[in-house]
């Protein structure tokens, strides 16, 4: 079946400008999370649904980042205002049950490549 | 929280070798330890994972063993082969943060 899916694969933005980054989750997916990773280190955890509940949104390093799952289905993170430091690949992982007291198996996205101008 | 180290950071080895990657955790309540294998520019894939009811699981040239009271877990590779060569990043799920904190990752390059 399909994996899932980010959109779009690159995206180049000028300092200032704010940008949207789409994930798409395996169908039926319950938990979706987001990650940025730096180059050359491992993701780090950015925040956390369960359906369309923001579970957690403790690893946003700022307010200029805002993450919204409006249907329990697709999720878009949008960068207000993007700043030089925001330049990472931003990928998308999501699981079939709730996180829970146990660990689930993350499928991750091919990730969102950010470069800021 | 949870702290994971991992290393070595780089692991060059020939065809062939075995190949042993390690990784420490500090939060003893975490309870689920994936690994994930990332060739440049693709997704991290799953390659194995282990529970801390489960000392050691393997899965042909792979395998992880998992040592709770030093809180390490390491991955092993046997007979490696050069489409072996990623970087591989170690994980662990603590429960009571709910979340996955990952390693710094190992650069495996492995030389025909």
């Known amino acids: 079946g399909a994996g899932v899916s980010q959109s779009p694969r690159y995206k180049v933005a000028k300092r200032g400008q704010d940008v949207a980054l789409r994930c798409d989750p395996i169908?039926?997916?319950?938990?979706l999370f987001w990650y940025q990773q730096a180059l050359g280190q491992g993701p780090e955890f950015l925040t956390y649904?369960?359906?369309?509940?923001?579970?957690?949104k403790s690893g946003l390093p700022s307010d200029r980042f805002f993450a919204e799952r409006p249907e329990g289905s697709v999720s878009t993170l949008k960068i207000q205002r993007t700043q030089q430091e925001d330049s990472a690949v931003y990928l998308c992982?999501?699981?079939?049950?709730?996180?829970?007291?146990?660990?689930?198996?993350?499928?991750f996205g091919p990730g969102t490549r950010l470069l800021v101008l | 929280g949870e702290n994971v180290e991992q290393h070595p950071s780089t692991l060059s080895v020939q065809e062939g070798d075995s190949a042993v990657i390690k990784c420490t955790y500090s939060d003893s309540a975490s309870n689920y330890f994936p690994w994930y294998k990332q060739e440049l520019g693709k997704r991290p894939q799953l390659i194995i994972d282990?529970?801390?009811?489960?000392g050691e699981k393997k899965d042909q040239r792979i395998a992880v063993t998992l040592n709770k009271t030093a809180k390490h877990f390491s991955l092993h590779i046997t007979e490696t082969q050069p489409e072996d060569s990623a970087v591989y990043f170690c994980a662990a799920f603590s429960p009571t943060r709910g979340k996955l904190t990952f390693g710094q990752g190992t650069i495996l390059t492995v030389h025909p």
């Open positions: 992982a999501s699981s079939l049950v709730l996180a829970g007291s146990f660990g689930e198996t993350q499928y």
């Open positions: 169908s039926g997916h319950v938990s």
């Open positions: 282990i529970r801390s009811n489960v």
């Open positions: 649904f369960q359906n369309e509940a923001q579970l957690d």
